[in-house]
């Protein structure tokens, strides 16, 4: 046995091998080690190998999925290996032939179908990315659903891609630069073009990949890989996979991944779904559906047509809450019909997955109806409502042949309805004239024994027979009682007799022959399903497509959004604009949330906001960078009016000190982050900036804050909030024709500091730093310290100008590029550190030495 367990493993060398025994699957040498260790199971030990013990340890097959989707978890991969024949037949081939094993699948995070393994609500993509000269092609599939898309991208675009997509496994051909940190598995083989585009047309039984649209040389490369992985993991039963959908890279909104994770889009910072833009958002009522909207708000389109096609279908029901809420309640009972269909084409489907899809198509039929009978139907109805009829025959044949709630399980079997196969009704009533003949039977012994705790029992190793209290089992033992001894447990002895057998013989064989009846009928019935898979696929994406669009009126309904206006140039006009997670949380608190308006226009496109902290300012840029999105993501917007021009790439960026808990060099992050925007933004893109350059000291952050605002402005020309705490800033409205200057208000009154986040024309009279300071607590001897400290600081800056006196004298940015940064004067920093009033006569004394002494050689050689 050991020998099959090495030749096993040693196919599949990189993963823990479940080696089917009986009812358990065991673990062997490091994989029992790994497994036990995750799993917190005990740790055995079995036999010998090279003279030290094996170490083992075993997971019943009933909770396996519990423990697989652990092991998923935790970055293993798990090789399942079954019995590919019973004892009986290996005892044939030998009395010391081992039970023939081989391994059946192999199971690894991009490829789960389990519903116990997937969240509903997100997609679960594999991707392979391959490297075809500049260009970087990607495959992704999510087998649970057979949804299949090939693109390629140029390298800086590739980190958008692959943040877009959060896949849950990668595979390469090689560790690019680009993958470094993601879940990655590295393969050499099926990564080539040209064998990819024979797979590909195999696959699909198409002549010419042209019907699906035309795909480069990297994306065929990519999708070479994936099915090679997906052959490599699925052995038999290869997934279900629907025709590649191209997905031109340029088709939509690139955000990067620093950007995805400032806006919070998909996770909050703090790492869960609640307080994401996501969560705020999602009103769907289906899995499908919620999976669709975090792909539309993953991926926002740059095509006018496609989002006024989406906000139609919103619009619609919008306006019609009766409509409205009755497509939510039919949806919301809809079974998942892409997932059960994805279980179904990869072998593992069961007759519950099939009732799934009887009840779901009936519904889509009925949903039909409800919609087609509208007047003035939206575009996008004429491509969704066809989808959902036309399965009537498939709905039909399930409906006749399964029973109303069909079990997961076939073991038992009983899920093909009555009257579907008259032979299988005649085996079943057989089967329950045999049951009630031994129910019969029980009463008869009773009497004929005389022992009215005589009971006719089944298990699993017995079969039927006759049990009886140890106390009255010797009237049975006698040679002549008619019963046949069987077993003698602690308190009870177990019997058999003639009449039991022969009855039990005809259940037995009725059951059998019953079982293997439904199975053969449940073959079909997937048969009939999957000849259909792909129809079936299009009503669940249409089915999800509504339910997005419904669940986007439901939101905009209950929080007064407004349909966003697109317009052919770069303006970002918006009126009343709110930021709807913090609009939730502060609702949730008894708090109201402030509105306030944006005008970004082509010669008015850089905002600099600035005002004291708490006061609303990182609130209010990524508000606006979120209403842009939501808006050609297809939704209405939290807003009283949106008027907007198609961004093509968003940008958001926090100075380093927010994100401190990254432990990185997070002023490096920040400053590669903010270099990747320079060299990306175009005109049509939009970019929030919130305090830029703060990782570092004060002169090296303004330095660098006041350069990128100047390059945003000057080179990018790209719509922008910058918000910064550097006052000095402001002297830049004076140059920089489309930059102009704005603060969140805040009032001190009686002596408290008052946030109105309200957002006004012109620059902060004030930074309120030392009112902020007391609103947290800081003790009053240190507040007072502090206000000296401050005074004298500004004494100093009326004297000289400030830090920023002298940059109005700079060259502009592009004469400026050549330039070395000035060094601060030394003796002025000298000077500004002495605390004049805290200093002895003596010490005054040493100080004046001190600015001598650098004035000196500050003058000399
Ligand atoms: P800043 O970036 O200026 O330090 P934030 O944007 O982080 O300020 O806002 C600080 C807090 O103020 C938020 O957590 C929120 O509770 C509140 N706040 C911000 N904007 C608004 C608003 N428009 N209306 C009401 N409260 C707001
Ligand atoms: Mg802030």
Redesign the pocket.
Same mark, same amino acid.
């Given at each position: 046995m050991m020998a099959q367990y090495l030749a096993l493993k040693a196919e599949v060398a990189d993963c823990l091998l479940f080696y089917r025994m009986g009812d358990f699957f065991e673990m062997f040498f490091e994989d029992a080690r790994a497994a036990a260790l995750c799993l917190d199971i005990a740790l055995t030990a079995r036999g010998e190998h090279e003279g030290e013990p094996i170490p083992m340890c075993g997971v019943p097959i009933h909770a396996a999925e519990a423990y697989l989707a652990r092991l998923i978890k935790a970055g293993h991969r798990v090789a399942i290996a079954e019995q590919t024949e019973s004892p009986a037949e290996a005892k044939k081939r030998g009395s010391k032939s081992v039970v023939a094993r081989a391994i059946v699948r192999v199971v690894t995070a991009g490829t789960l179908t389990e519903e116990a393994l997937l969240d509903s609500r997100a997609a679960n993509w594999l991707v392979a990315v391959a490297r075809a000269g500049e260009l970087y092609g990607l495959a992704a599939a999510d087998v649970s659903t057979g949804r299949f898309e090939l693109t390629s991208v140029a390298a800086p675009a590739l980190d958008a891609e692959l943040a877009r997509l959060s896949a849950a496994e990668i595979v390469a051909p090689e560790p690019f630069d680009a993958l470094q940190g993601q879940p990655l598995r590295q393969r050499c083989d099926g990564f080539d073009s040209l064998s990819a585009e024979r797979r590909l047309k195999e696959r699909f039984g198409v002549a010419t990949l042209d019907g699906f649209g035309g795909f480069d040389r990297a994306a065929l490369a990519a999708a070479g890989g994936l099915l090679a992985y997906l052959d490599e993991v699925a052995r038999e039963t290869l997934p279900f996979l629907q025709p590649p959908l191209g997905r031109a890279a340029d088709g939509h909104m690139m955000i990067d991944a620093a950007t995805r994770e400032s806006l919070e889009l998909s996770v909050s910072a703090s790492g869960t779904r609640a307080g994401s833009l996501l969560a705020a958002v999602d009103r769907t009522v289906t899995g499908a559906g919620a999976r669709l909207l975090a792909a539309d708000i993953g991926a926002p389109l740059l095509g006018r047509p496609l989002i006024e096609a989406r906000l139609d279908l919103v619009s619609l029901f919008a306006g019609d809450a009766g409509l409205r809420d009755g497509l939510r309640r039919q949806l919301k009972a809809l079974p998942d019909i892409g997932r059960a269909l994805g279980r179904l084409a990869a072998g593992r489907g069961t007759p519950r997955d099939l009732g799934q899809l009887r009840d779901g198509l009936d519904e889509a039929r009925r949903l039909h109806d409800r919609l087609a009978a509208r007047a003035d139907p939206p575009m996008l109805f004429a491509e969704l409502l066809p989808t959902l009829v036309g399965h009537g025959a498939l709905v039909d044949l399930l409906s006749r042949a399964l029973v109303p709630s069909p079990p997961i399980d076939t073991a038992q079997g009983g899920y093909i309805a009555e009257g579907y196969d008259s032979a299988l009704d005649d085996l079943r009533a057989t089967g329950g004239e045999g049951r009630r003949a031994i129910a019969g039977l029980e009463a008869r012994f009773r009497q004929q024994t005389g022992i009215p705790t005589l009971k006719i029992r089944h298990n699993g190793v017995l079969g039927y027979h006759i049990e009886v209290p140890a106390k009255h089992a010797d009237r049975l033992m006698a040679a002549d009682s008619g019963f046949t001894h069987r077993q003698t447990l602690a308190g009870v002895v177990r019997f058999n007799a003639p009449d039991l057998h022969e009855q039990a013989l005809r259940v037995g064989q009725a059951g059998a022959h019953a079982l293997a009846a439904e199975a053969a009928h449940l073959e079909e019935l997937v048969a009939a399903a999957l000849a259909r898979a792909h129809a079936i696929a299009a009503a669940a994406d249409a089915l999800a497509r509504l339910d997005v669009a419904a669940a986007l009126a439901e939101r905009a309904a209950e929080g007064g959004w407004c349909r966003p206006h697109f317009v052919d140039h770069n303006c970002f006009e918006i009126e009343a604009g %709110?930021?709807p997670v913090? +609009?939730d949380?502060?609702r949730a608190s008894g708090? %109201?949330?402030?509105? #306030?308006d944006c005008g970004l226009s082509e010669d008015g496109r850089l905002w600099l906001v600035t &005002?004291? #902290?708490? &006061? &609303?300012?990182?609130?209010?840029? %990524?508000?606006n960078a979120l209403i842009a999105l939501l808006a050609q993501a297809g939704s209405f917007v939290p807003a009283a009016k949106a008027t907007l021009g198609l961004v093509d790439r968003l940008f958001s960026r926090v100075g380093a000190s927010d994100n401190l808990a990254r432990g990185r060099s997070t002023f490096m992050v920040e400053m590669v982050e903010t270099a990747a925007i320079i060299a990306q933004a175009t005109e049509r893109s939009f970019v929030i900036l919130? +305090?830029v350059g703060r990782g570092t000291s004060t002169y090296d952050g303004l330095a660098i804050a006041w350069a990128v605002v100047e390059a945003i402005h000057d080179r990018n020309r790209c719509r922008c909030l910058f918000?910064t705490h550097y006052h000095e800033l402001t002297r830049l409205a004076e140059r920089l024709d489309a930059l102009s200057l704005h603060h969140?208000r805040a009032r001190e009154w009686k002596g408290e500091l008052v946030?109105l986040?309200?957002v006004a024309t012109g620059p902060a009279d004030r930074s309120y730093g030392l009112a902020v300071a007391k609103l947290a607590g800081l003790p009053p001897p240190v507040l007072a310290r502090a206000r000296s400290v401050l005074a004298k600081l500004e004494e100093g800056r009326a004297a000289t100008g400030g830090i920023a006196a002298g940059l109005d004298d700079l060259p502009l940015f592009a004469a400026a590029l050549t330039q070395e940064e000035a060094a601060p004067d030394p003796l002025l920093a000298a000077l500004a550190e002495i605390d004049a009033d805290a200093l002895s006569p003596r010490e005054a004394l040493d100080a004046v030495y001190r600015l001598k002494r650098l004035a000196a050689e500050q003058s000399g050689p």
């Open positions: %709110r930021h913090v +609009e949380a502060l708090e %109201r949330f402030v509105a #306030n &005002g004291p #902290n708490m &006061g &609303g300012k990182s609130t209010f840029l %990524r508000q919130d +305090e918000a969140v946030f986040h309200e």
